[in-house]
């Protein structure tokens, strides 16, 4: 019998009701696309197109096995097992083995592709590979642990406020994986076999491509997912934000006070509730009663104000009746048409659905855009449903179980396409969550609302590693944690000037929090509406933290260059701003677990302090000579050594 043929430049196996699709895609990259019981779907989640070049594939044929090269890729689709399920095995250039399905186990009559039927519906999926000793596994996106090598963990594919589930995983062994479908699931990386899994879905879909090394990987991975735009010159220097400035003046006048002490500042932000209700669109009379004026006036300062907005739509706000008239909110399958209690009963609207997303997009640029305002902040992308039962909601896209993780990608997309059409060459937009492709729409990433502190802060610089390896290069953090610092407490202030320092060397350094305690605010009729923070400016945290806080905006500043070039490279090839240092010496064995210290760029060693109180720390410095950046000292690599940290400086050694 013959269970492969070619079709094309692809390769085809069937058996038993499955089909097997193997695709060239992109450079050394190949799909895998498998369905049961019905040919196989091209959907575009976060793939583009995949071009391949033809000189590059190679295609073997035999009756029960075949082969299929794209450049350093190839993978081998064979009939195995007394059922003669296909089992695919992938290895680089070499012939090294990088992936390999499971077996059949003989007796145990196993497969690695598992479809587990629901009743007229779609399939709950296994897909499963086998464990390989001393593998690494680094990327997924972002989760509050501390950990950067996956292996041996278990990750819910799924998103929360401070989770983004971005399921592309760069492997130690030089083979990169995209499980490209946004169904709810979790992934299990274990010692003997790793297991993808979807709640329900349609088909296997992924995406497996080889490199000689991480950043190859991250450059095959960009090209058929999508690069991030040039990064705006704002983009480059110091961000200040708090919750919340709650009215134009008090945000003027933090923004003449940064100019009169001669600071370095690019954007200032307007944070959520300076609406009526959510889902109106637009600023609240009462307290920004000329939004043109003030827009007008911060960029006479150089300055560029970034707006909240958010998916809700609060059954009070005067756009929620057309909207859910006009079917463009999610929809819960049963019970109450409510998706968060917030402030007020709110439903999100439907990001999956192009109507939707055209209809918000004309309200933001009418009542935000068209006064000037350049850069919007995407809050609670996730979305952050009351219970996050995403299984619960259906979407124009399907339902939630089968499509929910790629809501923050086409979030991301309403605004990007908007502000393109409207004749922006680069737009960014700061957001609370993101999938595979995020990146091409635009998408600042933040990790969300962490808590004020240390156990958090050390999460972080994991997170941002992380998001980097998963091909999200644009990501930033609220300096000091946005839960539960008080700026009067000295160990916050500790907290604060750490995260600072640490912060100048991250892709975007933004300042902002729930600082405690919390400020009422009224109406001029005496209704008390949200409340805002603390203070929250570089002067707001005592006269020691001050001039170290200002020594590295400055330093930001010096560095405008190199960053420039940094996020060229994240534009042009795909790179991440923040590398592990097995990212930029995957040779080098102690290297491969390092999560404390970290590579921006190719030229910084980072080491930051993550310990109250600590003044030193251990710092492993790879073969080369390196130089600090404060002291001048230089230091042979090769070694691990103890440097001082005092609190005015943390270790950072620059590459000679």
């Known amino acids: 019998m013959q269970y492969v043929s070619r079709q094309g430049n692809e390769i085809v196996f069937r058996n038993h009701g499955e089909t097997i699709v193997v695709t060239p895609w992109g450079k050394d990259g190949l799909r895998v696309r498998a369905a049961q019981m019905s040919e196989v779907r091209d959907d575009r989640f976060a793939l583009l197109d995949g071009a391949a070049d033809e000189s590059e594939i190679e295609i073997t044929l ?82 509050q642990e501390e950990q950067v090598d996956w292996k041996g963990c278990t990750l819910e594919l799924k998103h929360r406020n401070s989770q983004a589930s971005v399921p592309f995983v760069i492997s130690s062994r030089g083979y990169g994986f995209l499980w490209h479908n946004p169904a709810l699931g979790y992934v299990s990386f274990g010692k003997n076999r790793t297991t993808w899994h979807a709640d329900a879905t349609k088909q296997v879909d992924y995406w497996v491509t080889a490199g000689d090394t991480p950043a190859d990987i991250s450059r095959n991975y960009a090209s058929v997912t999508g690069f991030v735009p040039m990064m705006p010159e704002y983009g480059l220097g110091f961000w200040q ?38 889902g109106d ?111 619960h909601f259906r979407y124009y896209a399907g339902s939630g179980q089968t499509v929910g993780n790629i809501y923050p990608q086409l979030y991301s997309r309403a605004f990007y396409d908007g502000m393109r059409e409207a004749g922006q060459e680069n737009p960014v937009n700061l957001v609370r969550c993101a999938w595979a492709g995020s990146q091409r729409y635009g998408a600042l990433v933040w990790s969300g609302d962490i808590m004020s502190d240390w156990t958090y802060f050390r999460r972080q610089v994991c997170a941002g590693l992380s998001m980097g390896a998963a091909g999200i290069p644009w990501w930033t953090t609220d300096i000091g944690g946005f839960h539960a610092g008080n700026p009067e407490k000295p160990e916050f202030r500790e907290l604060l000037i750490r995260w600072f320092q640490w912060a100048a060397y991250c892709p975007v350094m933004r300042l902002h929090g729930d600082r ?60 991440p701003l923040l590398r592990g240092m097995y990212y930029e010496y995957p040779d080098d064995p102690a290297c491969a677990g390092l999560q404390d210290q970290y590579m921006f760029g190719d030229r910084f060693l980072v080491a930051p302090v993550m310990s109250y109180g600590q003044r030193e720390r251990s710092v492993y410095f790879p073969e080369g000579l390196w130089r600090h950046v404060d002291t001048g000292e230089e230091v042979k690599g090769g070694q691990r050594l103890m440097v001082q940290a005092p609190l005015e400086q943390i270790p950072v050694y620059e590459k000679l």
């Open 62 to 143: 035999q009756e029960e096995r075949a082969q299929i090269r794209n450049g350093k890729i190839c993978a081998v689709l064979e009939a195995e097992g007394w059922k003669r399920n296909g089992r695919l095995s992938f290895y680089n250039q070499k012939g090294d083995l990088l992936l390999r399905e499971t077996d059949s186990g003989n007796a145990l009559t196993l497969t690695p592709r598992e479809y587990a039927p629901q009743t007229g519906g779609d399939f709950a999926l296994n897909v499963t590979f086998e464990g390989q000793d001393g593998e690494r596994l680094y990327g997924m996106g972002q989760y």
């Open 241 to 278: 934000c708090k919750l919340r400035y709650w009215n134009q003046e008090q945000l003027l006048n933090i923004a003449r006070e940064y100019k009169r002490r001669n600071l370095p500042i690019d954007v200032i932000v307007v944070d959520f509730f300076h609406w009526p209700h959510m």
């Open 281 to 391: 669109y637009r600023f609240d009379p009462e307290f920004f009663p000329d939004p043109a004026a003030m827009v007008r006036e911060l960029k006479e300062m150089g300055i560029e104000l970034m707006v909240s907005v958010w998916p809700q739509v609060a059954l009070t706000s005067e756009n929620y009746e057309e909207m859910q008239q006009q079917g463009l909110l999610m929809r819960a399958d049963y019970g109450e048409q409510i998706g968060m209690r917030f402030v007020e009963d709110s439903m999100f609207w439907d990001a999956t659905n192009p109507r939707a997303r055209e209809y918000v997009w004309k309200k933001v640029r009418q009542n935000y855009y068209d006064y000037g305002i350049r850069i919007f902040w995407l809050d609670e992308a996730e979305p952050e449903l009351g219970t996050y039962d995403v299984r």
């Open 516 to 575: 405690q305690p919390s400020q009422a605010v009224y109406r001029k009729n005496g209704e008390r509406v949200l409340n805002s923070g603390s203070d929250n400016e570089v002067w707001s945290f005592g006269e020691e933290a001050y001039p170290i806080l200002v020594k590295y905006m400055n330093r930001r500043e010096e560095m405008r260059p190199y960053v420039r070039e940094l996020m060229r490279q994240a534009h042009e090839e795909g790179l």
